[in-house]
Structures are given as C-alpha cells and as structure tokens.
C-alpha cells in the first residue's frame, strides 16, 4: 500500500458528490467521494493511501490524452517481473510510489530501470485517513466523531 500524508486545500460538495484537493509537498491531487467525511476540514493534515493496482503508468506525454487529472511524473527505480504480474517502484516528486502492472504491459512498453514514466491515479482510488493525535483518546476521539 502506498502512503503519502498531505493537507486539504479545499472541500467542494454538490448534491451527488465532493471533490477534495489535497496537496502533497508541491502537487496538488483531487479526490472524488459521494460525499466529504464528516471529521474532515481545509487545513487538516491527512494520511492518502492508494494501493499498488490502482496506479496505472505511462510514458511519453499524457498532456490532453488522459481523463485522469492526478499524474506524477518520476523515474523508474527498480522493478520486479512475475509471469503475470510486475511490481513497478518509481521515484517521484511525492516519494517512492509502487504500482501493479501486467507484464505483458511492462515488456510491452519497454520498461527499464532509470526510464521516465508517470504515473496515472484516479481520484475515486485515493483513500484519505486523519491524522490523529494518539497521545489522547479523547483528542482521538474528538477529531472522528465532531459535528459541524
């Protein structure tokens, strides 16, 4: 499971869903929930975890060719190839992040290491979780269950 932590930058909600901009260091990444959770709010410190087969890769430009608003560009650190999968570990502005691929999609776009390839994340796959105080269960408990 890949984890990054990052701060909600801005809650816009609908009556269908929310779209939650968190930033990560310098990137900025949109999440798409049916609606904001309760405990969350701009300014929160929160912990994004995305797993490794919800990652897609690409090279060359995805500039206009993609729906997918959240990319990471990165180098391609090491890699390991099953028979039919491959585990992919690309250094990326955000850190480290794996990411789950077929190998016939890895030889068929002749990866390697050092290469260049973004990385493509949904903004429905990413899960967000608090950031909580863990010195007090009343701090806890009060972050998870606060009304607005």
Same mark, same amino acid.
């Given at each position: $499971?890949?984890? $990054?932590f990052?701060?909600?930058?801005?809650?816009?909600?609908?009556?269908?869903?929310?779209c939650?901009?968190?930033?990560?260091?310098?990137?900025?990444?949109?999440?798409?929930?049916?609606?904001?959770?309760?405990?969350?709010?701009?300014?929160?410190e929160?912990?994004c975890?995305?797993?490794?087969?919800?990652?897609?890769?690409?090279t060359?430009s995805?500039?206009?060719?993609?729906?997918?608003?959240?990319?990471?560009?990165?180098?391609?650190?090491?890699?390991?190839?099953?028979?039919?999968?491959?585990?992919?570990?690309?250094?990326?502005?955000?850190?480290? $992040?794996n990411?789950?691929?077929?190998?016939?999609a890895?030889?068929? $776009?002749?990866?390697?290491?050092?290469?260049?390839?973004?990385?493509?994340?949904?903004?429905?796959?990413i899960?967000?979780?608090?950031?909580?105080?863990?010195?007090?269960?009343?701090?806890?408990?009060?972050?998870?269950?606060?009304?607005?």
């Amino acid at each position: $499971m890949n984890a $990054m932590f990052a701060k909600v930058e801005e809650i816009k909600s609908d009556e269908f869903f929310s779209c939650i901009t968190i930033r990560v260091k310098d990137t900025l990444f949109k999440l798409l929930k049916t609606e904001a959770p309760k405990w969350l709010h701009i300014g929160d410190e929160v912990e994004c975890r995305i797993q490794e087969a919800a990652i897609s890769l690409c090279t060359g430009s995805k500039e206009g060719s993609v729906s997918i608003e959240n990319y990471l560009s990165g180098e391609l650190q090491h890699f390991r190839k099953g028979v039919i999968l491959s585990e992919v570990s690309v250094d990326t502005p955000c850190g480290v $992040m794996n990411s789950l691929i077929t190998t016939d999609a890895f030889e068929r $776009m002749k990866l390697c290491e050092g290469c260049a390839v973004t990385l493509l994340l949904k903004a429905v796959d990413i899960k967000l979780l608090p950031v909580l105080d863990t010195t007090s269960y009343e701090k806890c408990k009060d972050k998870l269950y606060q009304v607005n």
